[in-house]
């Protein structure tokens, strides 16, 4: 008989065999990935959007400037991307010579997926004065096309920094090129592309969530619509939302970005509460490509060494000219 009390879980008590509770997994898990980081002299870098036990592995967790840089300085010999396709890309186009493998080679992005290289190609071609400003968010064959990149961390100085004399044509994301345009002032022409994720915030929901938490300021990525972006406290990148969470003395704080950036909140400001922005469908919104990475996946990537991500080598090489020059831009 079992006692009433008894604490053991019920899969011990009736087998005599106590399966592995979900925390015994993940560490588990994570001590293969360290023995396989060690065997492989491999560095592990993880978008702030992935899920928290990924992080929690990860060599360096940042936005995708951040993640670049780390790219760019590298002397592993294996780069393992917990991030979606693009970010793994460009860490290939600046280390062609290594190799860069990634969790589930489907994660993708809606705002990749929404410029394609030959219609970018065609509006390229209706102005020769063009220079081509692309977000990272964008494929190897985009950004080969393109004359700059840029992240949201660093779009408004790329923007500043473009020649004078150009039309400027921001890909893929206007809603970023909007909030730029508010900030440099400099007019361009902007792709009609947004991330599904972050354009789901809308100015009622946002408004209510303020009227809970009155004293809380709002803090909201640029890729949200101006609607959203008009009632933040701090519009900016998810490396600058941690510094700006930091610095304010507000206990409570509302994040209009992905859910996962919480997680580093939380580690980088212990003592503040961090509020996830309701959308009018959930109370926290996920990116579905980010969160098909999963740590039973990493493990499997890096035992295996793959999926590897493998390129043209020709739009490899044009692809570095842009990124290369956002590094330089950022570095003044």
Known sequence: MISANETEPRETLVTGVRKPMPGEQFDALSKEILALKTKHNAVILAHNYQVSEIQDVADY????????QQAKQTDADVIVFAGVHFMAETAKILNPNKKVILPDKDAGCSLEESCPGEKLRAVQATNPNFWTVAYINCSAEVKALS??????????????NCPPDKDLLFVPDENLGSWVIEQTGRPM??????????????????TRIRT???DAPIV????????VRMLADEVCSTEKMVTWCR????ETIIIATESGMLHRLKKECPGKKFIPAPTEKCACNEC?????NTLEKLRDCMANLSPEIEMDPAILERAR???ERMLEISAL
């Not at 022409?189 to 946002?206: F, M, N, P, R, S």
């Open 61 to 68: 967790v940042g936005d995708s400037l951040g993640l670049a």
């Open 147 to 160: 004359d700059v990149i840029c992240t949201s961390g660093n779009a408004k100085k790329i923007v500043e």
């Open 189 to 206: 022409q902007l792709w009609k592309g947004d991330c599904y994720v972050h354009v789901e915030w809308t100015h009622a929901a946002i």
């Open 212 to 214: 809970e938490y009155p």
């Open 220 to 227: 909201a990525h640029p890729e949200c619509t101006k609607a």
């Open 247 to 250: 610095a304010t003395d507000a």
């Open 288 to 292: 579905r490509f980010m969160k098909m």
């Open 321 to 323: 000219l842009p990124i």
